[in-house]
């Protein structure tokens, strides 16, 4: 009885986070997005998969984890640094469970104790402070497929030079290979900016699809016969799925989306605001500024001040999520059937989210995502969960449609990436991409402290081609650093190129930045060469 | 204390990070990026000595007897050394080294050449672009007969597929925190702050129910500038952050009426000052049908 659905829902998360690593302090604000999404986000999700795989339940759900992010999860400074991250979490957590025992906040103070101590066990006694391995093997039991990105979320519509989008994909394909035993099947284009033709690279990564906003794919030529509910394949042979606006409105939505319950937890009521000072203090930065801490006690509860939140309730907020997913899976329910019988096709419903808004942003969305799966395996018959490959593998005939350019940012093209707030990066960005692929070009077969240098300029140059930076500036949070990362690595190229071209290497200088930016240890720098574009073009 | 290096205590010190870009990079080129179907962003480098060329070949005075202009070229359809032959121009400063660049016409390519436009009508080149290609930002009308949907399913398909949400990417959530976050703020301090916005988007939507036939249309300003990259610039007597490179921009909502915008700055030494006022008026006619 295989084939009572009718259609398929392809669940789709996008991990992502900018490289971000500081050796020369001890201890940095901005790691810590990367710790809290660790812990909201990531582990979170291994221990759904652990939980439904013991139980029997079958999922499909496909997953980017960028290279910046494989990169950062694999770095033995991090991975220390986060074990010190989660270990005082868990000790204020346990006091707090202590302070708080008669008071209306004792069973969210239980819950982080309890969460925290199931991420030390995963963390440590399950993937032994490699959680890759831990993705890895649900993706080695078919469940979960893991697609790539470009090198460092790079946006790729805006560079000028093939050299550049090819090295962004060829990096990102060799470090999945590293890290996961195979090439990637697919590829989350960073902020879904597709660039037509540029799907040629992928293609010479054996790469077979890729996602698309919406209009990506209907505005593409011809006209798509199945809107965005059947994959397209481009003039390549890669595949371009198109995103679903449906499914994506009804948890994003403002409005009616379903983060904004009131039962569910408070994100701008914070522990390390809350708390007396000196109590909080150890778990604070060392600058001891109040800040987020992650720890959160309260419900969003209505319109009300901050001061006037009402205690979190873990056990009815994991109710209403409950109850969210059934809602979620009602819909898709219908909307497949509906599409089934308008389209005389079995429709691929394409869901497409930030990771982090799950657990981090919303925090029960991880629990919403656990009674999805669970919902849809064990509660109804219509929808049949899919990653990609498996779709392509029963449905592998589909039209020929050159996507439009497009991106999933606002207004749906590149104006987040490209405004007043951010344009001036580009003239630099440029130049040193030009300057990257003539060492390149020059220096076919380098060794020794020149190979280094090189190596070291491939780094400087994807670190700052991060799509990240031009997004942080046009939305102004954490503006300065994001503008302090982009001159840092621009200056850092600027000198090495300048010291390459002299002929006067300064071992110093070079061993500085090796330190500080080592992401893609195993960097080849003839990646920016042009051979091998029009190499990988011509595949 | 791992393979990746040592934790200094004392190696804190900033280093390179804050000195400014470099203001040039010594060579005549320009670049031009598509930003969406109707807008596309050019910027540019001409040396000294590009200068000194063009004057000894076209004359001394050749940049002030000509016009400075972006010439945008329709290169649709035109391959390799063939000549375009429609194009328009824009008036600009060659200082502003970077310019957003309006065209009427979605869907096809373009190439731009900063150059002098002479009192004979002759143009004189200084700098050219790549091409772009620009997105259509609407339904194909090349259908395919294989794949091949009757209209009015496909008006009821790309409903399905969500037209109506184009352009409402991720931003979303981002947004709706934030507003939230402006809510709560609001009810916790009854302060709230509106001064000059970078990022005035006001969308235009269709009618909620549309006729046969429409047009919605509206406008907004954008004002930049450049100066040294240390100066102080206040635009209306608020300060504007400068890009490193010295360049400024702002957008405003452009509503009827008259729009005053003096644009003052200060060297850094506080010993010399320049002023610029700006004067814009809009009126809007609309036939009422």
């Given at each position: 009885m295989a084939n009572k659905e009718k259609g398929y829902l392809a669940l789709v998360l996008h991990a992502h986070l900018p490289f971000i690593r500081h050796p020369?302090?001890?201890?940095?604000?901005?790691e810590d997005w990367f710790f809290e999404a660790m812990c909201e986000t990531y582990i979170p999700l291994l221990d759904i998969y652990e939980r439904l795989t013991a139980e029997g339940t079958d999922f499909r759900v496909t997953m980017s984890i960028t290279p910046p992010l494989c990169n950062m999860m694999a770095d033995d400074l991090l991975r220390e640094r986060f074990r010190r991250y989660y270990s005082l979490r868990l000790e204020l957590a346990e006091k707090e469970v202590i302070r708080n025992?008669?008071?209306?906040f004792y069973e969210v103070a239980k819950m982080y104790e309890t969460k925290f101590r199931r991420i030390r066990e995963l963390y440590e006694d399950y993937y032994h402070g490699r959680i890759l391995d831990g993705f890895k093997k649900f993706q080695d039991m078919g469940k979960l497929e893991i697609i790539t990105c470009g090198a460092t979320h790079?946006?790729?519509?805006?560079?000028?030079?093939?050299e550049a989008v090819h090295a962004q994909i060829k990096l990102a394909a060799d470090d999945y290979r590293k890290h996961f035993g195979r090439g990637p099947r697919?590829?989350?284009?960073a902020e879904c900016a597709y660039n037509p033709g540029d799907d040629v690279f992928l293609k010479a990564q054996g790469i077979r699809y890729f996602f698309l906003e919406t209009h990506g794919i209907i505005y593409?030529?011809?006209?798509?016969?199945y809107g965005v509910y059947a994959p397209v394949y481009c003039p390549s042979g890669v595949a371009a799925f198109g995103r679903d606006m449906e499914s994506a409105q009804q948890v994003?939505?403002?409005?009616?989306?379903?983060?904004?319950?009131?039962r569910y937890r408070e994100f701008y009521r914070d522990l390390g605001y809350d708390l007396e000072y000196d109590y909080v203090k150890p778990y604070l930065h060392q600058d001891g500024v109040r800040r987020n801490i992650g720890m959160k006690y309260c419900?969003?509860?209505?319109?009300?001040?901050?001061?006037?939140k009402a205690p979190y309730n873990p056990a009815e907020a994991r109710e209403v999520a409950a109850s969210h997913a059934g809602n979620f899976m009602f819909n898709r329910e219908r909307q497949i059937e509906h599409l089934n019988g308008f389209l005389g096709r079995k429709p691929v419903v394409v869901s497409m989210y930030d990771?982090?808004?799950?657990?981090?942003?919303?925090?029960?969305g991880v629990d919403f995502l656990e009674f999805l799966f669970k919902k849809i395996h064990h509660d109804q018959k219509s929808i049949k969960m899919v990653t990609p490959s498996e779709y392509l593998g029963i449905h592998p005939d589909n039209q020929v449609v050159q996507p439009?350019?497009?991106?999933?940012?606002d207004k749906g093209y590149n104006e987040v990436w490209l405004?007043?707030?951010?344009?001036?990066m580009y003239r630099h960005l440029h130049k040193q991409v030009e300057r990257m692929v003539e060492l390149a070009n020059k220096f076919p077969n380098a060794d020794g402290a020149l190979r280094r240098a090189l190596n070291q300029c491939a780094r400087e140059v994807v670190l700052g081609m991060s799509s990240d930076w031009a997004f942080l500036m046009t939305v102004g949070t954490a503006k300065n650093y994001s503008t302090k990362r982009f001159v840092a690595h621009t200056h850092r190229f600027n000198g090495l190129y300048e010291q390459i071209m002299g002929n006067r290497l300064e071992e110093g200088f070079l061993k500085d930045i090796e330190w500080r930016d080592?992401?893609?240890?195993?960097?080849?720098?003839?990646?920016?060469?042009t051979e091998e574009a029009e190499k990988a073009a011509r595949s | 204390m791992t393979s990746s290096g040592q934790i200094k205590k004392n190696n804190t010190a900033p280093e390179a990070e804050h000195k400014a870009l470099p203001?040039?990079?010594?060579a005549t080129e320009a670049a031009l990026l598509p930003r969406d179907p109707n807008w596309m962003f050019i910027y540019w480098e001409i040396t000294e000595n590009s200068k000194k060329n063009t004057r000894s070949r076209h004359g001394q005075d050749v940049f002030e007897k000509g016009r400075q202009v972006i010439r945008v070229y329709d290169?649709?359809?035109?391959?390799?050394g063939g000549a375009p032959t429609k194009y328009f121009d824009i008036a600009v400063?060659?200082?502003?080294?970077s310019w957003y660049v309006n065209v009427q016409e979605a869907g096809r390519a373009y190439c731009c050449e900063v150059g002098l436009v002479m009192p004979d009508g002759s143009f004189v080149g200084l700098v050219k672009t790549n091409t772009v290609n620009l997105p259509g930002g609407r339904v194909s009308d090349v259908t395919d007969e294989k794949w091949m949907a009757v209209t009015a399913d496909f008006d009821k398909l790309l409903q399905l597929s969500g037209v109506?949400?184009?352009?409402?990417?991720?931003?979303e959530v981002a947004k709706s925190l934030a507003q939230r976050w402006e809510m709560l703020r609001a009810v916790f301090s009854r302060a709230s702050s509106f001064g000059v916005s970078s990022m005035s988007s006001q969308n235009l939507q269709k009618?909620?129910?549309?006729?046969k036939f429409w047009l919605v249309a509206d406008c907004e300003l954008i004002l930049y500038g450049a100066t040294e990259p240390d100066a102080f610039v206040t635009v209306s007597g608020r300060k504007v952050n400068l890009n490193p490179d010295g360049t400024f921009s702002m957008r405003f909502a452009l509503p009827d009426g008259i729009v005053d915008l003096p644009i003052k700055a200060l060297s850094k030494d506080e010993t010399d000052s320049r002023e610029i006022y700006i004067k814009v008026t809009r009126a809007t006619n609309t036939d009422g049908k």
């Open positions: 020369e302090y001890e201890d940095f604000l901005e025992r008669n008071t209306g790079g946006f790729l519509p805006l560079e000028l030079r093939k697919g590829i989350w284009l593409g030529s011809p006209r798509p016969r994003w939505s403002a409005e009616t989306g379903y983060p904004g319950d009131h419900k969003i509860t209505g319109k009300v001040g901050l001061n006037e990771a982090e808004l799950y657990g981090h942003w919303w925090y029960e439009s350019m497009s991106t999933w940012g405004n007043g707030t951010n344009d001036w080592n992401i893609f240890p195993e960097m080849n720098y003839r990646v920016f060469s | 203001e040039s990079y010594g290169m649709t359809g035109i391959t390799d400063m060659l200082e502003a080294k109506e949400y184009i352009g409402k990417g991720s931003g009618p909620e129910q549309p006729k």
